[in-house]
């Protein structure tokens, strides 16, 4: 899972923990009926809301989202621009060779289009349209989360509600009315937590990452065009490198100077042999 989001929710829960105990008692925002009522209503009425196969879809791509390793775009261009190298050396057939290697399913497919000897705006509009069916999946996946805040909080009342009516019940007995107020209020506590602590913050990751994977797939669009048109790779690699960060730019840099001193050294190293071969 995303480290930030688990690390959020965690030191969340124990911020809400910690502010009850500092001057309450946890055991009395403890209720099993409240539970029964925020998590079962809202988790129902989400359900309500989509079809059943659509939800269980929904979920995986959530997960895949979420449990994913974070995006390195400074490593596909690095790649692209060695695509590029390869290409300009020995032409686009020699791709298809690297596709193997390759664990970008994106890239793959754009390359093999290329490879195919397909058009620049045929391969556009293609890629284009598989980005507009995962950004909908995507957006579907965040889309169940929003609508999860919406309703555990509208089930938090509902459970408040319902604690209400049972207080009015026991007026006769004015011993119970603080204790039977404080479990309908408990209701609308869950509610809020489960809104604000996990659905609205992973909706909002969610979008993020989404954001993030399209903007690299527009990247690698670009980085296969300028492959196929047969641009320079320096000019290729600074195209790309305008879709990264400051601090992706200077990762990038550090990670490619580190590259070309190592292969300085590899040559340097092979020559000095074959001097000692001839030599001998």
Avoid at 149 to 171: C, H, N, V
Avoid at 181 to 199: D, E, K, P, Q, R
Avoid at 252 to 274: F, H, I, L, V
């Amino acid at each position: 899972m995303d480290i930030a989001t688990l690390v959020g929710i965690i030191l969340g829960i124990i911020c809400v923990i910690w502010a009850i105990t500092l001057d309450g008692n946890l055991l009395s925002f403890l209720d099993i009926a409240s539970v029964i009522i925020v998590l079962g209503g809202g988790l129902c009425s989400t359900l309500i809301s989509c079809k059943i196969t659509e939800f269980a879809k929904i979920m995986k791509v959530v997960v895949k989202v979420l449990a994913g390793k974070e995006s390195r775009p400074q490593d596909t261009i690095r790649m692209l621009v060695e695509l590029s190298l390869k290409a300009r050396r020995e032409g686009l057939l020699s791709l298809e060779s690297e596709q193997e290697n390759i664990d970008n399913d994106f890239l793959k497919q754009s390359l093999q289009l290329v490879v195919d000897g397909v058009e620049p705006e045929v391969i556009v509009d293609t890629m284009d349209l598989e980005l507009e069916n995962m950004k909908a999946r995507h957006d579907k996946g965040a889309g169940l989360f929003r609508t999860m805040a919406s309703q555990f909080p509208a089930w938090g009342m509902i459970g408040t509600l319902i604690g209400l009516i049972k207080l009015l019940e026991a007026l006769d007995d004015p011993s119970t009315i603080g204790a039977a107020m404080a479990v309908a209020l408990v209701t609308t506590f869950y509610g809020s937590v489960l809104a604000n602590l996990v659905c609205n913050p992973i909706a909002s990751k969610l979008a993020q990452k989404s954001k993030e994977e399209i903007q690299e797939k527009k990247m690698i669009i670009e980085g296969v065009l300028s492959i196929q048109a047969g641009e320079n790779p320096r000019i290729l690699e600074h195209k790309l490198k305008t879709f990264l960060s400051p601090k992706q730019k200077l990762e990038y840099d550090r990670m490619t100077g580190q590259a070309s001193e190592e292969s300085k050294r590899n040559e340097r190293s092979e020559r000095s042999e074959k001097g000692r071969e001839a030599a001998v």
